[in-house]
């Protein structure tokens, strides 16, 4: 594996930081910023919104540009956004901080999935893949936990600090590392609508939807996983941390374990195989989210299993949009992050109504569900035509 993609996993971890961060510092901004849990948890979607919208726009912005001059760029736009997050005192700023992040973080993330997978080669794709989403997963083991801490001592905005700073070596380690390529002209009009015309394939569709579902349920349950620790399994505040580190290093192993998959033929049975032991996961947590060692253990578990059939479905868009060089990191980002946007949103909706702390944990169960009918539906379809012929 080329070392420039571990080098791109450095910026991404710093990123994923980010994007998970909120995760753990949930109560201390509605406290701080005084407004609900669900209204700071919808931060999470509003950051997903700007990665959903950023993904396809700011690749398309950037399309003139060399993937180096882009990637600084969009690092360095990163940056700014959380130095502005970490000193202002209106919830509505940080709002707009959030989605500006997320644009640089679509655009940075778009392109470097892209130049990932054109250094590791086609036979590397899934390898290189997981390399690269190892930074948002090393994020969740060491970042997120470590922001939570920050944030239980130093109040809320030390994590936007952090994270800031994180992004100083990851600048220079791209300006240092990534090859400098002459431009080629980028990405003309009709080069783009013919890339653009990818999306219409229907194989295309079905993985980046199932993407989608899968991580709108990691996400859902994810972003209130601090109050299911202190609230639904009466853990102190201390546990947040480990828990979510323990999410972490399930995320890791299992982006390790889809990446691999995704290299291999004949994907469908293990992904099913890992789709269903998830679904029944979502809903034995549901169940028994009162019980700690549950939600502990559950939380690792979780992680690897989310991951791996995450990390999987991307690395099998891109490979499925061919024919879309510039563009298929763009698809797998803007598809994931629709399932980051609508996941907090259902779980804060399902919040709202009163039903309690478990009811994120039943929103994630059913979007894997969903995800499960999908995939059905789509297997039964080319057989009953077949017979019908």
């Known amino acids: 594996m080329p070392a420039v993609v571990h080098l791109l996993a450095l910026a991404v971890f710093a990123q994923g930081t980010s994007e998970f961060m909120l995760a753990g510092l949930v109560p201390e901004i509605a406290a701080g910023l005084s407004v609900s849990v669900p209204a700071a948890g919808s931060l999470t979607s509003a950051y997903a919104v700007g ?60 392109v470097a999935l892209t130049a990932a997978a054109a250094l590791a080669g086609p036979r590397n794709t899934g390898r290189a893949t997981s390399v690269l989403l190892s930074g948002v997963t090393v994020a969740c083991v060491a970042g997120v936990p470590g922001g939570a801490l920050l944030g239980q001592h130093w109040g809320w905005r030390a994590p936007f600090w952090a994270v800031a700073l994180l992004c100083v070596p990851a600048l220079l ?54 109050p299911v620790v202190t609230d639904a399994a009466d853990l102190g505040e201390g546990w947040v941390p480990p828990v979510l580190a323990l999410f972490g290093l399930g995320a890791f192993a299992g982006v390790t374990i889809g990446g691999r998959l995704a290299d291999r033929p004949g994907l469908r049975r293990p992904l099913t195989l890992v789709s269903t032991a998830l679904l029944a996961g979502w809903v034995l947590l549901a169940l028994l989210a009162h019980v700690p060692a549950v939600v502990v253990l559950g939380a690792g578990v979780q992680g690897t299993l989310s991951f791996a059939a995450g990390s ?11 024919g879309a060089p510039r563009l298929a990191g763009a698809y797998a980002t803007a598809a994931m992050n629709v399932g980051a946007a609508a996941g907090p949103l259902l779980a804060g909706a399902a919040l709202s109504t009163g039903a309690g702390y478990r009811s994120p944990l039943w929103v994630s169960a059913a979007l894997v569900a969903a995800a499960a009918v999908v995939a059905g539906l789509a297997t039964l379809s080319p057989r009953r035509g077949a017979r019908r012929r």
């Not at 229907?202 to 859902?220: D, E």
């Not at 479905?313 to 891109?318: G, K, Y």
Request: charged share 15%; net charge positive; no cysteine.
């Open 51 to 110: 990665m959903v919208v950023g993904a396809l726009a700011m690749a398309l912005l950037s399309r003139r540009w060399s993937p180096r001059t882009a990637l600084l760029a969009f690092l360095t736009a990163f940056l700014l956004a959380h130095v502005v997050a970490a000193t202002t005192g209106s919830y509505a700023v940080l709002v707009a901080t959030r989605v500006a992040a997320a644009l640089a973080n679509a655009g940075f993330l778009a």
């Open 173 to 226: 380690a791209i300006r240092r590392s990534v090859p400098r390529r002459p431009t080629d002209g980028g990405l003309t009009a009709a080069a783009a609508r013919a890339e653009l015309a990818v999306l219409r394939r229907p194989r295309l569709r079905l993985i980046l939807l199932l993407g989608a579902l899968v991580n709108a349920a990691t996400f859902g349950a994810f972003t209130y996983l601090a």
């Open 312 to 322: 999987a479905l991307i690395a099998r868009s891109i490979a499925a949009a061919t």
